[in-house]
């Protein structure tokens, strides 16, 4: 490995390393607007001007590759006039509109124009204008500011692989835009704002609310898929204002997805703020203790064989606990985390992503079951499609045709196909037994059928057979959808022996043989079938739970409490409150709580720690914060033909998937101008 020196400090680095990620590693910092660690070298913006021993002028640290011997130097008075003087050419342009500008405060720009700045500019002639470009609902454009370093053209077509921005003509008639005017189709696409190290890019729904410095930062995870993404929370008094990504290089590493991202908006509409007891036919307001005695009443009437719950997608794991305790103790075996009628059950391996989302760096054949990642989990699919533009990396889908942003084979979407490769019998099973690392993901569009247990036996099988499970890997993964899933299967919220699940529920409800059904936060369900049910709603959101319900209990968003959730991985993370649920709604396991104690039966734990000790003894996966943990491997699935049914995925809309989307303003707009354009050009309508 070449040796070199920075600064009069020697230091050892890899070859083919930069001299800008040399200085780094000795934890200098040299100035750069284009370079960025995630995306390819551009070498535009000729900030990051260093001395080399030996060149006759200064060069551009960050596409320098190191070597053996070479001395640099990073602030002598040349490089000091090098970049004051690339730092004048990037203002020659710029407006002078910092005071309204959105990135003020933590802008790139600024903070360079600190340090290497002069005190007033030398160009008299007029600035050039560039006409506003529209990138659609979430991304808003001041293309004045723009310096051209790329940043974002080089994220929408590397990482996103979603080629729509580019740089048309040359010099000073240079404009980032796209080729035809079009709203950005990506759903990465508000990554380009955080990338972006002016003003030029910014969030559209943000714009002009608030200001850095005024904002409360809260550390906290992402919960409206499955991936369990890093986020900042920044709120203003009690409000959420916008949600950012935080580095996490095992699970997102820097990207966050447009609908985590932006349908914060949501948190301030309508909300359930208060209980409701259903009087007359009407929901009418109520009290706790008014909500906690009808509920109370209606349990006394009936028996625990006749009572269900069902935990929605978006329930954490404290609540899914506390009702599973006390529904327990009411007697009721009929209870089910699984409202999307997934078919998992089985041993820990069974229902996880076996791999990590990291693991898929170490793969080199990849098989996607019944699973369009793009739309259900599109930071997972850019980790993919990483892996692919890498090269030794081939990957093949048995499911619906999709633009996956990578080039795959789309074997077909009859289920017989995986049978043919589970025995040997298709192509595909030969590649998959060549590789070092073989890979399938199955998705929810699988599982979720009535053959579901059968698809994922043979899924097992492809496994087993195609060399995915050894002691060093594990290439079976399941990719869940919500985030509550993985939860509510470790600790067993599950039907007991002769229990319910949620079909059987449903259909116990239409025939009258189930008395009260409580819904912790479940909204995708088929309400019709409900009957005449006494339906409990505990949940953050006016969404069909809430309109069905005979008493509404509030609850409190991701954003509003401590609570714990299990993403994909298996991994274990926690929210952290940021704001405080509105009115007079209440964390969610809290309620739980205090209707035990009202109905008779109450709970052994009075605090959150208490309660999360409890989660460790019952699953001792809990005990494990934020780490991968390697699990045992047993027979799951079932044996069977699968119907001729084809595969799909379960996500028609990736803007709307839950209750908090649904009543976000801007992902209405988004589908207005993704989905609903996408259903006029197939002549389809909905």
Known sequence: MPKLTIDGREVEVEAGTSILQAAEVLGIEIPRFCYHERLAIAGNCRMCMVEVANSPKPVASCAMPVADGMVVRTNTPVVAKARKGALEFLLINHPLDCPICDQGGECDLQDETMAYGYDRGRFAENKRAVQDKNFGPLVKTTMNRCIHCTRCIRFITEVAGVPELGATGRGENMEVTTYVEKALSSELSGNIIDLCPVGALTSKPYAYTARSWELKKTESIDVLDAVGAAIRIDSRGNQVMRILPRLNDDVNEEWLSDKSRFACDALVRQRLDRPYVRRDGKLREATWNEAFTAISERLKATSGARIAAIAGDLADAESMLALKELFTALGSVHLDGRQDGVKLAGPRGSYIFNSGIAGIDRADVLLLIGTDPRKEAPVLNARIRKRWLKGGFSVAAVGPKADLTYRHD?????????????????????????????????????????????????????????????????????????????????????????????????????????????????????????????????????????????????????????????????????????????????????????????????????????????????????????????????????????????????????YMTDSISRASKTMAECTATFVGCAHQRSGTHG
Not at 489 to 507: K, N, S, T
Not at 610 to 630: G, K, N
Request: hydrophobic share 45%; aromatic share 6%.
């Open 410 to 654: 789309n074997l077909g979407d009859d289920p017989a196909i995986l049978a043919a490769i589970a025995k040997g019998e298709h192509p595909f099973a030969d590649k998959l037994k060549a590789a070092k690392n073989p890979m399938l993901i199955i998705g929810q569009g699988a599982l979720t059928r009535t053959d579901g247990a059968i698809l994922l036996g043979l899924a097992r099988k492809i496994a087993e057979t195609g060399g995915m499970v050894r002691d060093d890997w594990n290439g079976f993964n399941v990719l869940h959808t919500a985030a509550a899933r993985v939860g509510a299967l470790d600790l067993g919220f599950l039907p007991g022996i002769g229990g319910r699940d949620v079909e059987g529920i449903l259909a116990g409800a239409e025939k009258g043989d189930i008395d009260l059904v409580y819904l912790l936060g479940a909204d995708e369900i088929d309400m019709a079938r409900l009957g005449r049910a006494f339906v409990v709603y505990q949940g953050h959101h006016g969404d069909a739970g809430a309109h069905r319900a005979d008493v509404i209990l509030p609850g409190a968003a991701y954003t509003e409490k401590n609570a714990t959730y299990v993403n994909t991985e298996g991994r274990v993370q926690r929210t952290r409150l940021a704001v405080f649920p509105p009115g007079d709604a209440k964390e969610d396991w809290t309620i739980v709580r205090a209707l035990s104690e009202v109905v008779g039966h109450k709970l052994s734990f009075d605090t959150l720690e208490q309660l999360r000790l409890h989660l460790s003894a019952v699953s001792p996966s809990f005990a494990t914060l934020d780490r991968l943990q390697t699990v045992d491997w047993g027979a799951f699935g079932a044996e069977g033909t699968p119907a001729s049914d084809p595969l799909v995925s379960p996500i028609e809309n990736y």
